[in-house]
């Protein structure tokens, strides 16, 4: 890694091609090695981060109803 995690900023902006949590599982190897999650994405509670698209309050009705089933609020952001 090249510096300390800073969630939310990209580490390594040079390899970045889109935003963070975009980045494919080979992509994340190659900037931080094997890492349980993206250090660069804050999964803030994420019951599922292997899904996320972007920040847990990002999600769309369609992504909450994948992850959670049919709920009135998105677990993640509650």
Avoid at 41 to 54: F, I, S, W
Wanted: aromatic letters at 0%; hydrophobic letters at 15%.
């Amino acid at each position: 890694m090249c510096c300390e995690p800073v969630k939310g900023k990209c580490q390594k902006p040079e390899n970045l091609k889109g935003k963070p949590g975009e980045c494919s599982p080979e992509q994340v190897r190659e900037c931080h090695g094997d890492v349980e999650e993206h250090p660069c994405v804050d999964t803030a509670g994420c019951e599922h981060p292997e899904k996320l698209k972007g920040k847990p309050g990002e999600c769309s009705p369609e992504q909450v109803r994948e992850c959670h089933g049919d709920v009135d609020e998105h677990p993640c952001t509650g």
